[in-house]
């Protein structure tokens, strides 16, 4: 169930408090989307486990600086999340390129994620956060709450205050702009 952003705004401020039961009923009301945008990132189960465990650690040290006006706590949990998930994919990389690849690979299971894979996972992670950089405000959050937290059109008009036609325009325009940047 979506929790409201004044709910989450409590358990948030709360939790910046040191209080423990409003962070577990944070960590309860969030933590499956957030589990769901780190497995989305990084394929493998077990990474993202260590991922949303390393952002609610961080969301626990770091809950007294949000700052309401820059976006939604969904949202700034969501950055936290993905950022922990590319780091992480950063450093897979970076013990990748110090394999020694003439040796046979030994212990490789299925749904691990292959070093070459790696790297090019990172590449594109980093390009699209460029580009996602590079649009407007409206834009950029107005994409990032339909394809990061999967709301719905008339959910972001809600969530924003802003008509659905304007929605919709931003979506679509932001995504014109986003191929434009990553097919340059």
Same mark, same amino acid.
């Given at each position: 169930?979506?929790?409201s952003?004044?709910? +989450?705004?409590?358990?948030? #401020? ?13 960590y ?9 945008? =780190?497995?989305?990132?990084? $394929? ?10 390393? *952002? ?8 007294? /600086? ?5 976006? %939604?706590?969904? =949202? ?7 950022? $922990? ?32 894979? @790696?790297? !090019?996972? @990172? $590449? ?9 950089? !590079?649009?407007? /405000?409206?834009?950029?959050? =107005?994409?990032?709450?339909? #394809?990061?937290? !999967? +709301? %719905? ?7 924003? !205050? =802003?008509?659905?036609?304007? @929605? ?9 702009? +986003?191929k $434009?940047?990553?097919? *340059?």
């Amino acid at each position: 169930m979506e929790q409201s952003q004044q709910q +989450l705004l409590q358990w948030l #401020y709360a939790t910046a408090q040191g209080n423990k039961q409003a962070f577990e009923q944070l960590y309860q009301a969030t933590s499956g989307k957030l589990f769901s945008v =780190s497995l989305h990132l990084l $394929r493998r189960h077990d990474w993202a486990e260590d991922v949303l465990q390393d *952002a609610f650690v961080r969301i626990w040290h770091n809950a007294a /600086d949000y700052h309401a006006e820059k976006g %939604s706590v969904m =949202s700034w949990m969501i950055s936290i999340t993905r950022y $922990r998930a590319l780091d992480l994919l950063k450093s897979r990389r970076v013990k990748a390129e110090h394999l020694d690849i003439s040796e046979p690979e030994h212990d490789q299971t299925s749904n691990e994620v292959q070093p070459g894979e @790696v790297i !090019g996972l @990172v $590449r594109d992670k980093v390009k699209l956060d460029d580009c996602m950089q !590079g649009l407007s /405000d409206e834009h950029r959050q =107005s994409i990032q709450l339909a #394809y990061f937290n !999967g +709301l %719905s059109h008339q959910e972001i008009t809600a969530h924003t !205050g =802003s008509a659905l036609g304007t @929605v919709k325009s931003w979506i679509r325009r932001g995504l014109t702009q +986003l191929k $434009r940047c990553l097919e *340059a």
